[in-house]
């Protein structure tokens, strides 16, 4: 999965980026989008690498780029916002950042602070950005109706559908709202809509209110997270034994990245399963719902094309009955079939005849 994190000028985006990266961000770096993989943190994995004592462990990851902020009121802010859109259409969820802190040495964009407006404004432009390309393909879909071609039947499916994401737009509602149909997502996937994509909202506070603000409640996102960047960046940038002890005075659990994965995994309907052996021992994350043959096709496409069955167990069980071994004679161990539906947390063993 990919995730772009966007956001207004001085939303706190790069301090955010070094909060999960541990990296500091040049501030007179080029504004270009920054890219870094985040690895997502599973404590199912330390028991099973216990148990296999495999070469390597494996976490699943998150894909995050980090898309410099554009003032959307002056015509070069909204071309470097074009200039963008790309690579934030290659994104399979988006991590909206807002501004909810004083910092006279940072200076507020437009000199106020709103957070809810400017999610509002985030909001304005994901809406346009889609209603342009919909426009756009619209005109010449009705350009193409005009003359003789043999498509037409085709065509006109696709204008169909294409107004219905219009009139959305046009109300400024999202078209996860309107394409509901996998035949639907599948006809207009090459547009790579960003209303279809699922939204987190980070609310960025001030450092006195690290441990008790919640996150905004902005229709439309599936998931939302108050944290202090800059206190979370200066954690990021400590030595990993010295983390703990300053978490804990602040009174939080665990650190920004955690915290930005749980909400991503939330947001985007994610659960982990695992594979475990000699060699490694995995986790992958893919959406709720996946067959037991998807989830194999995520592991190796030929695994998915000679699937047979899949042992599998869940780990709670294998937690219950110490290992795999005391799992089967509790009779926990399954055989599923390609319809199964894999839970978060099941250990797969896929047999295949690839």
Known sequence: MKAAIIGLPKSGKSTLFTAITGKAVDPYAPPEPRQTVVHVPDERLAYLAELHKPSKVIEATIDIVDVPGCSLDDPKGQEEWRRFLPVVRQADMLIVVVRDFENDAVPAYHDRIDAKGDFDAMWDEIIFADLDTVTTRVERIEAQLKKPTKTHDTEKRELALLQRCQEALESSEPLSTVIAHEDERRAVSSFAFLTEKPLVCIRNISDEEASSAEGIQAEHTKASLALSASIEAEIALLDPADRAVFLEDLGLE????????????????????????????????????????????????????????????????????KDIKGAKAAGKVRKEGKTYIVEDGDLLNILSSA
């Open 254 to 321: 665990s650190p920004a990245r955690d915290r930005l994965v749980k909400a991503c995994y939330a947001a985007g309907g994610l659960i982990s399963f695992l594979t475990v052996g000699s060699d490694e021992v995995r986790a992958w994350s893919i959406p709720a719902g996946t067959t037991a043959v998807e989830a194999a096709g995520k592991v190796h496409t030929d695994f998915a094309r000679g699937f047979i069955r899949a042992e599998t167990v869940a780990f709670a069980d294998l937690l219950e009955h």
